[in-house]
């Protein structure tokens, strides 16, 4: 039985690796090169996740640290959370009992309607995201692109992948490390508001990022070296 399972799980990584692939064919070829060799990682990451039961945020970002070496990476999280606040546009939270940041960009200010070129005032406010990012090294990205529930998802797929590989392009462009970095499209299948109305729709257009702790924020967080 053990075998078997075992046979199932990385069938479905490799399953889960193509698929990644195929993403990456959906990206224009100026941001495909920022994909590739993160799509695989992340993929496999998914599938992990997926294998050990964590589903929502939770299949995003993983478990939480907890205990002293959890409250050193939450204090430092909120230190660069509230330098985030200040970038014009962007919606700034704390998630995963602190341990974690979320960063939401409503599309309409990264990119016009059914475009994947960001417009030039959020490359400003993605310039001062890449400056923390660059402060703050001991951290992963993690990007997700959406969409409202306008249109199918051949167009709403590739065009959330596309808007997450963007911005991943862009801040690769401002010197942050794509071995930092993921991105993802995720279509309308995750819906924020209600897509029966305007104000709804233009909620679910949004492009969101995930900052979390690397290994070895977490290794100097344990060690209580963590400042």
Partial sequence: MKRIN?????????CLMFASCETIQNTSSGVKGGVIGTGAGAAVGAGVGALAGNT???AVIGG???GTAGALIGHKMDKQRKELEKIEGATVESVNSGEAIKVTFDSGILFATGKSDLSAVSKTSLSKFAASLAANPQTNVQIF??????GTDNINIPLSQQRAASVQFYLMQQGIAANRMSAA????SEP???NSTTAGKTQNRRVEIYIL???QMIQD???GSLR
Avoid: F
């Fill in 64 to 66: 939480v640290v907890g």
């Fill in 221 to 223: 967080a344990h060690q």
């Fill in 6 to 14: 075992l046979i199932c799980s990385m069938t479905l990584i490799i």
């Fill in 145 to 150: 692109g959406h969409t409202d529930n306008t």
């Fill in 213 to 215: 702790a690397n290994e």
């Fill in 56 to 58: 929502a945020l939770g």
């Fill in 192 to 194: 924020v508001a209600d």
């Fill in 185 to 188: 499209g995720k279509g309308s």
